[in-house]
Structure formats: C-alpha cells, structure tokens
C-alpha cells in the first residue's frame, strides 16, 4: 500500500466541539427550543423504515396546516431555504419560459438571478428597499408581456422587513393565466401565510426563521395546477435531484400501493427535529403563534424608540419578525453587535447591501419571540449604548 506520508503526518487533532451558548436574535437562525434538539440527538433510522414514513406523512399534515393548504403535493426539500428557491423555480419554469419577478431586496434579486440560470426570459419590477412590492407595477408588467407564464416575489423581505400583499399578487397573476413563486421563507409561521386563499402555485420556505428548526430544510407546497403542469413539461427539469416527478416517489409513494421508493437519503435526523418543531407550531395554534410574534416584537419596537432609534419599515406593512432598526449618530454598528455578541452572547444582523453600516436586524422570530428575550436584548442594548 502505497501512503502519502506528508498528508499522514498532518494528522488534525481536534476536540470535540461545544457551541458557545447564544440568544439568536438576527435575521436566521433562530432560537431553537431544547425539545427539538433531544429528538434529533436520538438513534438514527433508515430513510425508507415504516416509522419513518409515518413520521413523513404526519410532517406532511403538519406543513399543510401551517400553510393553509390542502395541497397534496407539500413536504420539506432536503436543503436550505435557497434550495427550496431551486426548486420552485426549476420545476416551473422552462427553458425560454416569460416571468415577472419583484425585487424589492436581497431575496428578490437572488430568485431573479436563479430564475436566469433557469433560462428564463426574466422580466423585473424595482421597488425601493423598505417598502411592500407594488402590485400596480406587477399588473402592468403583466398587461404589456401578455406571454408572461410565472410571476415571483417575497412575501416577507429579511433584507428590508418590509411584507408584501400576497393575496393582491396572486390575484392579478390569476387574472393574468400566469401562475406563482412565493418566497414564504421569513413569513412562515411568523404572519398569517394562506397558501390557498391566496391560490399561490408553488411556495417555499426555511426551517431556521419562524418555525424555530435548525436550518437545512425548505418546506414547499405546490397547487395540483403547478404538479399537473410540471408532470407534462416539455423539458425534463434540469436538477435531477430537485425534480418533482421524481422525488414524489419518496414523499407521497405509488399512485396505487403508496409504497415508497428511494430518491435521495433523506436527512433524517433534521426531519425528526422539524417533526418536533412543527408540533410545537401546531399545538400552540398558528393564531396564538402569529399573536406572540406580535407582541413581542411590539415591546422592542415601543424598547428601542424610547431609547431614540427608529424603525425603516412602516407600520402598516412592518414585519414582526424581523426589524430594520435605523441606528441615530454616533452610534457605531460593528462594535455594538461585537459586544452583544461576545459580552452578552445576543446575536443580531447587519444590515445587507446599502443598509450596511446604517441599521441592525432584530430577528423575532419562534423560539425568539418571547417576552423574556425582548427584555434580555433591550437591557443589553441599552447597556452597549451607554
Ligand atoms: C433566509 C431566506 C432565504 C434563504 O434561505 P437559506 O436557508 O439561507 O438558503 C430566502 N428567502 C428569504 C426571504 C429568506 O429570509
């Protein structure tokens, strides 16, 4: 046998690693509660074992719940909220196909650019950073590109905290014979997302903003008008491990026997945490839960005005979840969110793109959002400031 003995005397000798313990407070992920991390930590099984299709069929129930959908096709993509990004837009859109997609901010303009590597002949409305997408511009875009097969947009913006009417957008595609791309991946569990009232085609989520997991899993739904176009493309869908038509065979099983046939190995250990994750969701109800985002986030808002900041976002479209919080003079971004971090061990974000330097993330989101940790962060911060 033959050795590389430079490479076997680098041996890396490491420890074990031990997370540091932090309040997660920023844009994602969020705070994860202990339960969901014991049933994670538990014996791994097979990806195809009857209890594990059983745990998969209850997840599926769950998800329906929390999306407001009776949507048959819904279950979680193995991969982060981008790839569940992928895989609404790889599966609806062909080659060539027309689509509209809002940008008001990061996530926006990161569908745009997929939906381009997707072949998409991509038509875009702007709206300014802060405000909701426009649904004007959308039904104007819509009215002079009558081909227009898609529309996409955010319905909660993490770079700008600004939520968008999703009901209005989905409309006016319906009105328009174009079908939808909704980014729910901030919104989820957070504000009310009605998948069904709204007739959105295709919606995709994350694991690790309201729904307290930790990341690495996208939840995504599809309406029988998206499954029945996707099973007659006229292209195979170019991911192989995205596509529809073939990872049913593992989610939903045969037509007839619903028996249930190898894609991909599951991530199985992260779909028992999400199992656990919803269940809390679903036990507390998802109007309790919108309630205590709500309220919680509303004592850091009235918190951080008294102390003079003030919010980007106005009210009437502000996410509860996640605030843009514009920092006053003097105050110095950097240093504050270190010394969070490493006195108080709080975790916010910086603001993205042409907000860098110029305001915070307060993430408020599951887990996040209870009242202790709204005093926690306010105290500390007043105590960084000062
Ligand atoms: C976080 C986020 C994503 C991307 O999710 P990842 O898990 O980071 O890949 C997409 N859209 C929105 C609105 C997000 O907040």
Known sequence: MSANTALMNERPLVDMFHPPERLL???????????VLKVMSQTTIGHLDPDMITMMDQLKDMLRYI?????????????????????????????????????N????TRMAEVARRAGANVIITEDDWGKAVDPNKVEKALKSNPNVKIVGFVHAETSTGALSNASEICRLAKDNNAMTIVDTVTSLGGVPVNVDVWGADSVYSGSQKCLSCPPGLSPVTFSDQAVNF??????????????LSLVTGYWQGDEKSGARTYHHTAPVNALM???????????EGLENVWARHKTVSDIIVSGMEEMGFSMLVEESIRLPELLTIKLPEGIDDGTIRSKLLNKYNIEISAGLGA????????????????EENAKKILSAIKECIN
Do not use: Y
């Not at 969020?30 to 339960?35: A, F, K, N």
């Not at 945490?273 to 036990?283: I, N, T, Y």
């Open 25 to 35: 407070m920023g844009a994602g992920p969020s705070r994860v509660h202990e339960d």
């Open 67 to 103: 999306f407001q959908t009776s949507n048959n096709m819904t279950f979680p993509v193995s991969g982060p909220g981008s790839l569940g990004m992928e895989a609404c837009v790889n599966n609806m859109i062909e080659p060539g196909d027309e689509v509209i997609i809002a940008i």
């Open 105 to 108: 901010g990061v996530f926006g």
């Open 230 to 243: 996707i099973l007659n493309r006229e292209t195979p869908v170019q991911s192989w491990l995205l596509d």
């Open 273 to 283: 945490g999400l199992h656990e994750a919803l269940r809390k969701v679903v036990q």
């Open 355 to 370: 907000f860098a330097g110029k305001l915070w993330r307060i993430g408020v989101m599951g887990e996040g959002a209870r």
